[in-house]
């Protein structure tokens, strides 16, 4: 079984900052690219940012100067730092990874239960 359980949203102001952290955890034999996605409500789930396992990145345009995604390897975590907060980023944030649990297996897709963060005005 594998695990991915996020942390660190919470009410934030405008202009604020926050770190989400999401750790995974249970039987990994390898973890490739790792990403955050958001859902505000009523709207689709989108990707904010992803990070391969050698550490090269990709974010939406929506937070491209503002958000920073990174990773440790040796802890199976990834973060999202988060600066300059807007109402608009209001959504849950959730943890995705692709992750081997054997030499012998397929990449398979997991996720977090999502974390809320809400940037009040």
């Known amino acids: 079984q594998v695990q991915l359980v996020e942390s660190g949203g919470e009410l934030v102001q405008s202009g604020g900052s926050l770190r989400l952290s999401c750790a995974a955890s249970g039987s990994i034999f390898s973890i490739n690219a790792m990403a955050w996605y958001r859902q505000a409500p009523g709207k689709q789930r989108e990707l904010v940012a992803v990070i391969t396992h050698s550490g090269g990145t990709n974010y939406a345009d929506s937070v491209k100067g503002r958000f920073t995604i990174a990773r440790d390897n040796a802890k199976n975590t990834v973060y999202l730092q988060m600066n300059s907060l807007k109402p608009e980023d209001t959504a849950v944030y959730y943890c995705?990874?692709?992750?081997?649990?054997?030499?012998?297996?397929?990449?398979?897709?997991?996720w977090g239960r999502g974390t809320q963060v809400t940037v009040s005005s």
């Open positions: 995705n990874a692709l992750i081997a649990t054997d030499p012998w297996r397929e990449l398979l897709d997991y």
